[in-house]
C-alpha cells in the first residue's frame, strides 16, 4: 500500500475545471476496476482554487491507481509543463 498525498499544482495555462473533470474521468475509469461502492469509500481529493491545485488521497489501492491514470491522462491532455 502506498502511504502518500499527491499535489498536483497547475500552471495558469491549465484550468483547473479542466484538470478536475480529468480526475473525474480518472475515477470513472477505476470505477470499473473496483466498483463505485469501494471507490466511493475509500478515496478522496481536495480542490484549493486559490493554490490552483488538486490533492489526491494515494494512501490505498484505489487511490494509488486513480493516481497513476491522472497523472497519465493529464500528460495527455494538457501536456507536461501543465501541471508538476
Known amino acids: 500500500m502506498t502511504a ?3 499535489r498536483f499544482t ?3 495555462d491549465a484550468t483547473l475545471d479542466e484538470a478536475e473533470m ?3 474521468l480518472s475515477i470513472f475509469a477505476v470505477e470499473g476496476l473496483f466498483g463505485a461502492a469501494r471507490v466511493r469509500l475509500e478515496f478522496s481529493y481536495f ?3 486559490l493554490n490552483r ?10 487511490g494509488s491507481t486513480i493516481v497513476r491514470i491522472f497523472a497519465s491522462l493529464l500528460l495527455r491532455e494538457l501536456g ?3 501541471f508538476r
Open 47 to 49: 480542490r484549493d482554487e
Open 80 to 82: 507536461e509543463n501543465a
Open 4 to 6: 502518500a498525498v499527491y
Open 10 to 12: 497547475f500552471s495558469e
Open 22 to 24: 480529468t480526475l473525474q
Open 53 to 62: 491545485l488538486i490533492l489526491v488521497d494515494g494512501t490505498n489501492e484505489v
